[in-house]
T-cell receptor
Framework: GESVGLHLPTLSVQEGDNSIINCAYS??????FIWYKQESGKGPQFIID?????DKRQGQRVTVLLNKTVKHLSLQIAATQPGDSAVYFC???????????FGKGTRLHILP | ETGVTQSPTHLIKTRGQQVTLRCSSQ?????VSWYQQALGQGPQFIFQ???????GRGNFPPRFSGLQFPNYSSELNVNALELDDSALYLC??????????????FGEGSRLTVL
């Protein structure tokens, strides 16, 4: 069945270092994989997505990697800043119709 | 700012009562999806409305129902409230029909507490 999960619930990173948030998925039929960021008291915010026929996509300070062989997705944040503190969700769009299935989330703590 | 507004922001109800939550979608978006987010969990898909019709439903009982209006705003109704319905209810708008990737624009949610 469809499921999106995460390896670690909490990640602490020194300010200025790179962050890597990992995610496992089980639905090989998903067309897109997406990362959302949710700050306290706010709704999730789209960060970046990657289509299933790609293995890497870069945005501003973020890179998403997709390894379909092991069904693994990761989000890399370069030069982590205090404003990156949030819960990060991986998600998948399995049906190309905006029905997004979310995982449980990883909380990112930025250490001074 | 996503342009998606939800009301009310917070509300308290008792078991057995009914609640209606409202959402105004971003201008130009024809699709609204509703999610339930329990504390410490990821958002769970409730259902989606596209051009006033339900277009898919998650694993939620029939007492969760919705509407979408001609201006694409939407309501989520929950009848016979249970304690486990306490959660943050998120509305997200998007523009379907373009094979879009899944970029949803979320409101800040309605926090429902059931006592």
């Amino acid at each position: 069945g469809e499921s999106v999960g995460l390896h670690l619930p909490t990640l602490s990173v020194q300010e200025g270092d790179n962050s890597i948030i990992n995610c496992a998925y089980s639905n090989s039929a998903s067309d897109y994989f997406i990362w959302y960021k949710q700050e306290s008291g706010k709704g999730p915010q789209f960060i970046i997505d990657i289509r299933s026929n790609m293995d890497k996509r870069q945005g501003q300070r973020v890179t998403v990697l997709l390894n379909k062989t092991v069904k693994h997705l990761s989000l890399q944040i370069a030069a982590t800043q205090p404003g990156d503190s949030a819960v990060y969700f991986c998600a998948e769009n399995a049906a190309r119709d905006d029905k997004i299935i979310f995982g449980k989330g990883t909380r990112l703590h930025i250490l001074p | 700012e996503t342009g998606v507004t939800q009301s009310p922001t917070h509300l308290i109800k008792t078991r057995g009562q009914q609640v209606t939550l409202r959402c105004s979608s971003q201008s130009g978006h024809n699709t609204v999806s509703w999610y339930q987010q329990a504390l410490g969990q990821g958002p769970q898909f409730i259902f989606q409305y596209y051009r006033e019709e339900e277009n898919g439903r998650g694993n939620f009982p029939p007492r969760f129902s919705g509407l979408q209006f001609p201006n694409y705003s939407s309501e989520l109704n929950v009848n016979a409230l249970e304690l486990d319905d306490s959660a943050l209810y998120l509305c997200a708008s998007s523009s379907s029909g373009t094979g879009s990737s899944g970029e949803l624009f979320f409101g800040e949610g309605s926090r429902l507490t059931v006592l």
